[in-house]
């Protein structure tokens, strides 16, 4: 079963799936204070806005991150 862990900012959360990571450092160079490696928990959301989030992974080549809206409560 492909592992899968999430990681929220209340609006959106982000999807990763390490089994499909190719390491390309995209994310990293993008939004440094959100996503690293050397910290656990590696991804902190809360560091970037929604849209920053949004932009940053659909960037990501190997479909490793993804992302769904929350819904509202």
Known sequence: MEKKIEYT???L???WRPDLCQHS???VKMLPKVYNPKE???????NATTQQLID???QCPSGALSYRMN???
Do not use: A, F, L, S
């Open 40 to 46: 656990k928990p590696w991804v902190k959301p809360e």
């Open 9 to 11: 900012n209340g609006e």
């Open 56 to 58: 940053q992974v659909t």
């Open 13 to 15: 959360t982000i999807i």
């Open 25 to 27: 450092g995209i994310c």
């Open 71 to 73: 819904k509202e409560k």
